[in-house]
C-alpha cells in the first residue's frame, strides 16, 4: 500500500526555520516526483515546490523562492523542505504528493497524498 507521511512541522517564531519530511512507504520514489504542497485556513491548496526523484531537479513557487529548499534522500526513501525566514503568511497545512510524471505545482498532477503537518509561524 502506497503511503507518505509528514513529520516535522510545529510553531516558530517569524524568521525561524523548520524542516519537514516526507517518508514514502510501499513504494520506491525513485521513479517519482514529490511535491510539497500548503493549505491555509480559506485558501486553495498552493504547490511550494517539487523534486524529481531520479534527477533531483527542483521549482519552487514565487513565494518561497530563496527561503525554502527541497531535497532527497533516494536510500531512505524521504524527501525534505527546509524553511528558513518563516514568516506568518507560510502558516498553513503542508502535504506531500507523489506523481508519476513529471513533477509539478499543480495538486491535480498528484495521485498520492500524505496526511498533512501543521507549520505555524507565530510570535
Known amino acids: 500500500q502506497l503511503q507518505l507521511v509528514e513529520s516535522g512541522g510545529g510553531l516558530v517564531q517569524p524568521g525561524g526555520s523548520l524542516r519537514l519530511s516526507c517518508a514514502a512507504s510501499?513504494?520506491?520514489?525513485?521513479?517519482?516526483?514529490i511535491g510539497w504542497f500548503r493549505q491555509a485556513p480559506g485558501k486553495e491548496r498552493e504547490g511550494v515546490s517539487y523534486?524529481?526523484?531520479?534527477?533531483?531537479?527542483?521549482n519552487y513557487a514565487d513565494s518561497v523562492k530563496g527561503r525554502f529548499t527541497i531535497s532527497r534522500d533516494n536510500a531512505k526513501n524521504t524527501v525534505y523542505l527546509q524553511m528558513s525566514s518563516l514568516n506568518p503568511e507560510d502558516t498553513a497545512v503542508y502535504y506531500c504528493?507523489?506523481?508519476?510524471?513529471?513533477?509539478?505545482?499543480?495538486?491535480?498532477?498528484?495521485?498520492?497524498w500524505g496526511q498533512g503537518t501543521q507549520v505555524t509561524v507565530s510570535s
Open positions: 504528493a507523489a506523481t508519476g510524471v513529471t513533477g509539478s505545482l499543480f495538486a491535480r498532477d498528484y495521485a498520492y
Open positions: 510501499g513504494f520506491t520514489l525513485d521513479y517519482y516526483a
Open positions: 523534486i524529481t526523484m531520479r534527477s533531483g531537479w527542483t
